[in-house]
């Protein structure tokens, strides 16, 4: 978050070992602006330049070894604002704003192209638009929505298609919790469904392992949305089918996630309270090693993985 807070790379694009978590909430539950960097060869972090406006449930894009923090709220105010960082000058710059302000969407970047999906606007209302914004051009155009309307989905791109797994929808059988798998092909603006996610949840974090997207953590808990699970599902996405796998160590929702190289990464999120705990999964093995904490324990950050130093 993707998550809605998972990292989201050009298709192609060759993996560092440098890890961004910006924005988020706190301990205190702050909206805050941090950014900071985790060296995952070094298996330590640094403080790097903070983001202008500060968020929560914003979505980070990647393009170019450039970061794209988009939309988000601070507890009263949906932004559309779309800010770049370049992590060479370590410097931001403001950027051609969303056309519709939201929180907890999903930002993916393809082929020059980032496609801004779902979220949630005023009084809690789930959306299903789907903006391409133009790096280069910087302007935004609509495209065909998302079947579901969502929040707090998760999100990930695996040959050229965008998946969209989970999330909090419209009430239905009792639960807000979706198990909705629905791919987007940008080249033909289209929508399918695929076999569900076997546990409906939101607030999940993911990644891409050799063809096999991640849904790891959130929530689903009908009373307390803050009550974090262990769950960890493999979508194969060449069989359309699912498996379970080794559990997160811990119980978690709003947590962020990035792959580097062939390890998925965990940052944080809410546990009884923001931690800063820090985990990475190893899918040969199917076991989990604990890492370096975060300087900045955190909930409903970004994630996102640069070229940079």
């Given at each position: 978050?993707?998550?809605?807070?998972?990292?989201?790379?050009?298709?192609?694009?060759?993996f560092?070992s440098?890890?961004?978590?910006i924005?988020?909430l706190n301990?205190?539950h702050?909206t805050?602006?941090?950014?900071?960097?985790?060296?995952?060869?070094?298996?330590?972090w640094r403080?790097?330049k903070?983001?202008?406006?500060?968020?929560?449930a914003?979505?980070?894009?990647a393009?170019g070894?450039i970061?794209?923090?988009i939309g988000?709220?601070?507890?009263?105010?949906?932004?559309?604002t779309?800010?770049?960082?370049?992590?060479?000058?370590?410097?931001?710059e403001k950027r051609?704003?969303?056309?519709?302000?939201?929180?907890g969407?999903?930002c993916?970047s393809?082929?020059?192209?980032?496609?801004?999906?779902g979220?949630?606007?005023a009084?809690?209302?789930?959306v299903?638009?789907?903006?391409?914004?133009?790096i280069?051009?910087?302007i935004?155009?609509?495209r065909?929505?998302?079947?579901?309307?969502?929040?707090?989905?998760?999100?990930?791109?695996c040959n050229g298609?965008?998946?969209t797994?989970?999330?909090?929808?419209?009430?239905?059988n009792g639960s807000?919790y979706?198990?909705?798998n629905?791919?987007?092909d940008?080249?033909?603006?289209?929508?399918?469904s695929?076999?569900?996610?076997?546990?409906?949840?939101?607030?999940?974090?993911?990644?891409?392992?050799?063809?096999?997207i991640?849904?790891?953590?959130g929530?689903?808990?009908?009373?307390?949305?803050?009550c974090?699970?262990?769950?960890?599902?493999?979508?194969?996405?060449?069989?359309d089918?699912w498996?379970?796998?080794?559990?997160?160590?811990?119980?978690?929702?709003f947590?962020?996630?990035?792959?580097?190289?062939?390890?998925?990464?965990?940052?944080?999120?809410?546990?009884d309270?923001?931690?800063?705990?820090?985990?990475?999964?190893?899918?040969?093995?199917?076991s989990?090693?604990?890492?370096?904490?975060?300087?900045?324990a955190?909930?409903?950050?970004?994630?996102?993985?640069?070229?940079?130093?």
């Amino acid at each position: 978050m993707h998550t809605f807070n998972s990292v989201y790379l050009e298709e192609g694009q060759v993996f560092s070992s440098k890890i961004h978590i910006i924005g988020g909430l706190n301990h205190e539950h702050q909206t805050n602006a941090a950014n900071e960097v985790y060296d995952a060869a070094n298996n330590n972090w640094r403080t790097a330049k903070p983001m202008p406006t500060p968020r929560q449930a914003l979505s980070i894009a990647a393009h170019g070894g450039i970061l794209f923090g988009i939309g988000g709220w601070n507890g009263e105010i949906f932004f559309g604002t779309n800010e770049s960082y370049d992590p060479v000058t370590d410097t931001w710059e403001k950027r051609n704003t969303m056309p519709q302000p939201r929180e907890g969407l999903s930002c993916i970047s393809h082929d020059a192209t980032i496609y801004a999906i779902g979220g949630v606007i005023a009084n809690h209302f789930r959306v299903a638009t789907n903006h391409a914004y133009n790096i280069s051009e910087d302007i935004w155009s609509e495209r065909t929505p998302m079947p579901t309307p969502r929040v707090l989905f998760s999100t990930s791109i695996c040959n050229g298609i965008v998946y969209t797994i989970g999330g909090s929808g419209k009430l239905q059988n009792g639960s807000w919790y979706t198990d909705a798998n629905e791919a987007y092909d940008p080249e033909s603006d289209s929508w399918s469904s695929r076999t569900p996610m076997p546990t409906p949840r939101y607030g999940a974090a993911c990644g891409l392992i050799d063809g096999k997207i991640h849904v790891i953590g959130g929530s689903n808990h009908p009373f307390r949305p803050y009550c974090g699970l262990k769950v960890h599902e493999a979508y194969d996405v060449a069989r359309d089918t699912w498996i379970s796998r080794s559990p997160l160590p811990y119980p978690g929702v709003f947590l962020a996630a990035c792959v580097a190289g062939d390890r998925l990464l965990t940052f944080g999120g809410y546990s009884d309270g923001a931690v800063d705990f820090v985990h990475a999964y190893d899918s040969s093995r199917d076991s989990w090693t604990a890492l370096a904490p975060m300087p900045t324990a955190r909930y409903v950050a970004g994630a996102a993985l640069t070229a940079g130093p």
